[in-house]
RNA sequence: UCCUCGGUAGCUCAAUUGGUAGAGCGGCCGGCUGUUAACCGGUUGGUUGCAGGUUCGAGUCCUGCCCGAGGAGCCA
């Protein structure tokens, strides 16, 4: 108890984080300790307990089990939770912060998370010193502490993975939080985003965003292993890529510069250095967009391959987009339950995704129309030729496919000025975009681009965009240009359609919306 | 930019025709040896988004503004 409580007498120097800091022991310190006296571990221990001086003395929160026989060292092994299946039997330590408590008095049920996974501690009141007891009994949500007991396997236990808990022999408490905002219980958006640094710490969260990483990860594997090399494109441009949407714009020393919306141009150049490149990175669009499919800072992976038409490039998007979904279900699966996503279709992803053309599109969406009675969506999906899809036309098309579709050939003056035409259909672009199924819409779009120079220069011209600002995208057609197509896939409505989720901005640590820039 | 909905306790929400602002959760105190957002008893907690107006009386009606959400457009 007495750890737990303020220690106003000691000492003043103590700047440490908050008043009932007690003595950390170094965590694997038998690891960091092999040989005594190795010179370069002092800075290791120094870190790790800077705040050792002004802490009152260890107390009786420990089991004795804890101590070594001979200088008192900690024998036991520091895991991470993730790892808690391979420890059954054994006395382990856990790092972490209190989720969530039970409380069912002589019985406590600590929900412990380390970052790794989520793993319940049992506390008896028998069982342990009546420190222990009334340390567990007095934590709060999300205290940091560090805990040690025995791994067992039990049905009963909750957590990531579930089935096995800690039958607690110590506890340490190294801060007591107070009043944590957040509960582990229904919140509105406004106020989890205005928390957004906190909520990140939540079961859900924290489920989405290691999908995310994960989806990155082999978003990069696959590329990689491919003959994909990464090349960084610039995030500060001097002129809009595509030229139509709007950018932030920035003052770089006194002339205006803006934020990528695409490295595709740059890669455009890279190509003919490199064969198969893409870049990976932020990417920002100033455009007034309010809906769930949006942010103004997003991230993008755009591979772009030399030698490529717009078949082939279809090829490498579907296996590419199969290896990511199916690295996600071998590796994520405890993620991807704890959101509870029906997983069966994503099951299916993989080579050959359908693919149908825009006039096919159009023929499908007039079709829906027709059969629909109602008179909202009728008025939703009115399209005429020429135009791009919305939202609602997207959702629709998706909701015929159990996979990923193609959607291929879209009109010339709905797209890119730098689009190669279809043969004998110039009304068309050799255009392709890529529709998640379940209504998730569009994660990539995709082109062959255009290799003749009189042409680009025709384009340049149409779509009336200053010839000077494209000299050296003009030079990659003079000198040895070759066909090439590439595409762009957005991480986070991956992560989305993946993991489920309604609305996209769960899916990065900190969106930037239109209304949002804090925290 | 447009359309729709919303803003009441730290959080999630109630509040009849305009008539004493309430509940659950959280916090605090107590009880409980298998809880899964535990449960039970007690207790704490309010400038009803802001500024005006109507009225004996406004959370409620009116006007303006601010903030947020969903959708459209734009886009990945």
Redo the contacts with the bound molecule.
């Keep these: 108890m007495a750890v737990m409580m303020p220690t106003p007498t000691r000492s003043p120097c103590c700047r440490s984080v908050s008043h009932s800091v007690i003595f950390v022991p170094l965590p694997r310190r038998a690891e960091l300790y092999p040989a005594r006296g190795a010179g370069s571990n002092r800075d290791l221990r120094r870190s790790s307990r800077s705040h050792r001086p002004c802490s009152p003395p260890r107390s009786g929160v420990q089991s004795p089990r804890e101590r070594h026989p001979r200088g008192g060292l900690p024998m036991i092994k520091t895991i991470r939770i993730e790892n808690v299946a391979q420890h059954v039997g054994e006395e382990v330590r856990i790092q972490g912060w209190l989720y969530?408590r039970?409380?069912?008095?002589?019985?406590q049920?600590l929900q412990v998370r380390d970052g790794s996974g989520f793993v319940?501690c049992?506390v008896?009141?028998?069982e342990v010193p009546e420190e222990v007891f009334e340390a567990a009994r007095r934590l709060?949500?999300e205290s940091s502490l560090v805990v040690t007991g025995v791994v067992r396997q039990?049905d009963?236990?909750?957590g990531v993975p579930g089935g096995y808990?800690i039958g607690v022999t110590g506890l340490e408490v190294i801060q007591l939080a107070q009043?944590y905002?957040i509960?582990?219980?229904?919140?509105?958006?406004?106020?989890l985003?205005d928390h957004r640094h906190l909520w990140i710490r939540s079961r859900r969260q924290w489920a989405v965003l290691r999908v995310r990483a994960t989806v990155i990860r082999a978003i990069r594997d696959w590329l990689d292993d491919h003959g994909f090399i990464n090349m960084d494109t610039p995030i500060l441009t001097p002129a809009a890529c595509?030229g139509?949407?709007t950018l932030f714009e920035t003052d770089y020393f006194g002339e205006p510069a803006y934020l990528t919306q695409s490295g595709q141009l740059y890669n455009e150049a890279n190509i003919y250095a490199f064969g198969r490149v893409y870049c990976f990175g932020p990417t920002f669009?100033a455009?007034?967009?309010?809906?769930?499919?949006?942010?103004?800072e997003?991230w993008?992976v755009e591979p772009e391959i030399a030698f490529c038409d717009l078949d082939q490039l279809m090829e490498i998007e579907e296996q590419f987009v199969s290896y990511i979904v199916q690295r996600c279900l071998k590796e994520r699966s405890a993620e991807l339950a704890l959101l509870g996503r029906d997983t069966s279709l994503l099951e299916k992803v993989e080579p050959p995704f359908p693919r149908i053309s825009y006039d096919e599109a159009l023929e499908i969406l007039a079709e829906v129309r027709e059969q629909t009675e109602d008179p909202q969506l009728k008025e939703?999906l009115k399209i005429e030729w020429g135009?791009?899809?919305?939202?609602?036309h997207?959702t629709e098309l998706t909701k015929r496919f159990d996979k990923p579709v193609f959607v291929y050939g879209y009109p010339t003056i709905a797209k890119a000025f730098y689009m190669e035409p279809w043969p004998g259909r110039p009304e068309i672009t050799k255009s392709v975009d890529l529709l998640a199924p379940e209504g998730y819409g569009?994660?990539?779009?995709g082109s062959e681009r255009i290799s003749d120079p009189d042409l680009l220069l025709k384009r340049l011209e149409e779509w009336n965009l200053p010839r000077e600002a494209f000299e050296w995208y003009i030079d990659l057609r003079k000198y040895g240009s070759v066909p090439h197509s590439g595409f762009?896939l957005?991480v986070?409505?991956t992560v989305t359609w993946i993991c489920g989720l309604n609305?996209?901005?769960e899916t990065i640590p900190f969106p930037r919306?239109?209304?949002?820039v804090y925290p």
């Design positions: 969530n039970t409380d069912k008095g002589k019985l049920f319940q049992v008896f009141k028998k709060t949500q039990d009963r236990a909750p808990e009043d905002p509960q582990p219980k229904e919140h509105g958006v406004d106020f985003m595509e139509t949407t669009r455009e007034k967009s309010k809906t769930r499919r949006h942010l103004t997003f993008m939703l135009e791009d899809f919305g939202s609602p997207e569009e994660i990539t779009g762009g957005g986070e409505r609305h996209l901005r919306m239109l209304k949002r």
